[in-house]
Protein backbone atom coordinates (compact mmCIF):
# COMPACT_ATOMS: atom_id res chain seq x y z
CA UNK A 1 0.00 0.00 0.00
CA UNK A 2 1.50 3.31 -1.37
CA UNK A 3 0.22 5.45 1.58
CA UNK A 4 1.83 3.16 4.11
CA UNK A 5 4.89 3.72 2.10
CA UNK A 6 4.57 -0.21 1.17
CA UNK A 7 6.90 -2.22 -2.01
CA UNK A 8 6.47 -4.79 -3.71
CA UNK A 9 9.64 -6.60 -5.33
CA UNK A 10 9.85 -9.76 -7.31
CA UNK A 11 13.29 -8.54 -9.31
CA UNK A 12 16.74 -7.63 -8.30
CA UNK A 13 16.59 -4.50 -10.48
CA UNK A 14 13.76 -3.17 -8.32
CA UNK A 15 14.89 -4.57 -5.15
CA UNK A 16 17.91 -2.67 -5.22
CA UNK A 17 16.34 0.53 -6.36
CA UNK A 18 13.90 0.27 -3.25
CA UNK A 19 14.78 3.66 -1.11
CA UNK A 20 15.09 2.45 2.30
CA UNK A 21 14.98 5.73 3.70
CA UNK A 22 11.02 5.98 2.24
CA UNK A 23 10.28 2.68 2.46
CA UNK A 24 8.59 1.12 5.30
CA UNK A 25 7.32 -1.93 4.02
CA UNK A 26 9.08 -4.31 1.46
CA UNK A 27 7.69 -7.77 0.75
CA UNK A 28 10.17 -9.19 -2.19
CA UNK A 29 8.96 -13.23 -4.04
CA UNK A 30 11.45 -13.71 -6.58
CA UNK A 31 10.89 -17.46 -7.24
CA UNK A 32 7.64 -19.15 -7.51
CA UNK A 33 8.94 -21.75 -4.45
CA UNK A 34 12.08 -21.92 -2.97
CA UNK A 35 14.58 -18.99 -3.63
CA UNK A 36 17.39 -20.87 -5.66
CA UNK A 37 20.48 -22.24 -4.91
CA UNK A 38 23.64 -19.66 -4.46
CA UNK A 39 25.62 -21.80 -6.88
CA UNK A 40 22.25 -21.36 -9.01
CA UNK A 41 21.42 -18.03 -8.46
CA UNK A 42 20.95 -15.83 -11.24
CA UNK A 43 22.61 -12.74 -9.61
CA UNK A 44 20.88 -9.90 -12.11
CA UNK A 45 17.86 -11.25 -11.12
CA UNK A 46 17.85 -12.69 -7.63
CA UNK A 47 19.39 -10.57 -4.84
CA UNK A 48 21.35 -12.75 -2.10
CA UNK A 49 20.84 -13.91 1.39
CA UNK A 50 23.50 -11.39 2.71
CA UNK A 51 21.78 -9.06 0.72
CA UNK A 52 17.74 -9.25 1.73
CA UNK A 53 19.13 -8.91 5.09
CA UNK A 54 20.97 -6.04 4.72
CA UNK A 55 18.03 -4.13 2.63
CA UNK A 56 16.03 -5.82 5.71
CA UNK A 57 18.20 -4.16 8.74
CA UNK A 58 18.39 -0.83 6.68
CA UNK A 59 14.52 -0.57 6.75
CA UNK A 60 13.51 -2.17 9.94
CA UNK A 61 16.30 -0.08 11.86
CA UNK A 62 14.38 3.30 11.12
CA UNK A 63 11.69 1.35 14.05
CA UNK A 64 12.77 3.47 17.31
CA UNK A 65 10.70 1.02 18.91
CA UNK A 66 13.08 -1.82 17.87
CA UNK A 67 12.24 -5.01 15.63
CA UNK A 68 12.35 -8.57 15.09
CA UNK A 69 13.94 -10.61 11.92
CA UNK A 70 13.90 -14.00 11.03
CA UNK A 71 16.29 -14.81 8.58
CA UNK A 72 16.43 -18.42 7.47
CA UNK A 73 18.91 -19.89 5.62
CA UNK A 74 16.47 -23.10 4.51
CA UNK A 75 19.01 -24.05 1.25
CA UNK A 76 21.10 -25.61 3.93
CA UNK A 77 18.43 -28.34 4.48
CA UNK A 78 17.39 -28.86 1.01
CA UNK A 79 21.24 -29.24 0.06
CA UNK A 80 21.16 -32.09 2.11
CA UNK A 81 18.37 -34.21 1.53
CA UNK A 82 19.30 -33.58 -2.16
CA UNK A 83 22.61 -35.26 -0.92
CA UNK A 84 24.84 -32.43 -2.49
CA UNK A 85 27.68 -31.54 0.24
CA UNK A 86 28.63 -28.43 -2.29
CA UNK A 87 25.10 -26.86 -2.01
CA UNK A 88 24.59 -27.14 1.39
CA UNK A 89 27.97 -26.38 2.37
CA UNK A 90 27.61 -22.99 0.18
CA UNK A 91 24.47 -22.08 2.00
CA UNK A 92 25.76 -22.33 4.83
CA UNK A 93 28.57 -20.10 3.82
CA UNK A 94 26.06 -17.58 2.68
CA UNK A 95 24.19 -17.71 5.61
CA UNK A 96 26.81 -17.11 8.06
CA UNK A 97 27.75 -14.07 5.68
CA UNK A 98 24.34 -12.60 6.26
CA UNK A 99 25.02 -13.26 9.88
CA UNK A 100 28.07 -11.55 9.91
CA UNK A 101 26.14 -8.07 7.58
CA UNK A 102 23.52 -8.56 10.29
CA UNK A 103 26.18 -7.96 13.31
CA UNK A 104 27.79 -5.08 11.30
CA UNK A 105 24.58 -3.18 10.97
CA UNK A 106 23.42 -3.76 14.51
CA UNK A 107 24.88 -3.35 18.19
CA UNK A 108 25.64 -5.74 20.63
CA UNK A 109 24.03 -3.30 23.18
CA UNK A 110 20.63 -3.37 22.38
CA UNK A 111 20.56 -6.47 19.55
CA UNK A 112 19.81 -10.29 20.72
CA UNK A 113 20.90 -12.36 17.68
CA UNK A 114 20.22 -16.30 17.75
CA UNK A 115 21.87 -18.98 15.34
CA UNK A 116 19.77 -22.31 15.67
CA UNK A 117 18.81 -24.81 13.27
CA UNK A 118 15.35 -27.23 14.11
CA UNK A 119 17.81 -29.99 12.95
CA UNK A 120 20.65 -31.30 11.50
CA UNK A 121 22.58 -33.30 9.08
CA UNK A 122 25.19 -35.07 8.88
CA UNK A 123 29.15 -33.99 7.71
CA UNK A 124 32.30 -35.65 8.70
CA UNK A 125 35.51 -34.28 7.18
CA UNK A 126 38.19 -37.20 7.49
CA UNK A 127 40.34 -39.21 5.44
CA UNK A 128 44.56 -38.81 5.26
CA UNK A 129 44.72 -36.09 2.07
CA UNK A 130 47.12 -33.57 2.11
CA UNK A 131 46.20 -30.22 3.96
CA UNK A 132 45.12 -27.53 1.61
CA UNK A 133 43.14 -30.00 -0.78
CA UNK A 134 39.69 -28.36 -2.03
CA UNK A 135 36.92 -31.24 -0.83
CA UNK A 136 34.76 -30.68 -4.05
CA UNK A 137 34.40 -32.18 -7.56
CA UNK A 138 34.72 -35.79 -8.26
CA UNK A 139 37.30 -39.07 -8.36
CA UNK A 140 37.39 -42.07 -9.25
CA UNK A 141 38.34 -44.90 -6.91
CA UNK A 142 38.48 -48.81 -6.92
CA UNK A 143 36.32 -47.56 -10.81
CA UNK A 144 33.56 -45.38 -8.38
CA UNK A 145 32.81 -41.91 -9.11
CA UNK A 146 32.40 -40.27 -5.84
CA UNK A 147 31.43 -36.34 -5.74
CA UNK A 148 32.94 -34.93 -2.64
CA UNK A 149 36.33 -34.97 -2.90
CA UNK A 150 39.42 -33.89 -5.53
CA UNK A 151 42.44 -36.31 -5.93
CA UNK A 152 42.54 -38.18 -3.32
CA UNK A 153 42.84 -41.55 -2.52
CA UNK A 154 40.23 -41.09 0.33
CA UNK A 155 36.77 -39.60 0.53
CA UNK A 156 37.53 -36.90 2.41
CA UNK A 157 33.92 -34.97 2.82
CA UNK A 158 30.86 -37.21 3.75
CA UNK A 159 27.83 -35.95 3.30
CA UNK A 160 24.41 -38.29 5.18
CA UNK A 161 21.12 -37.29 4.45
Sequence with gaps: RESKN???VWHK???DAVDVESTNYLMGLFEAKDMRYELDRNTTRDPSIVEMTEKAIQILSKNPKGFFLFVEGGRIDHGHHDGVAKLA???AVMFDRAIQ???ELTSDS???TVVTADHSHVFTLGG???RGNPIFGTVSFN???TT???HCEYCKLIAKT
Design 6 to 8: AKY
Design 13 to 15: EQF
Design 89 to 91: LTE
Design 101 to 103: RAS
Design 110 to 112: DTL
Design 128 to 130: NTP
Design 143 to 145: NKT
Design 148 to 150: FAF
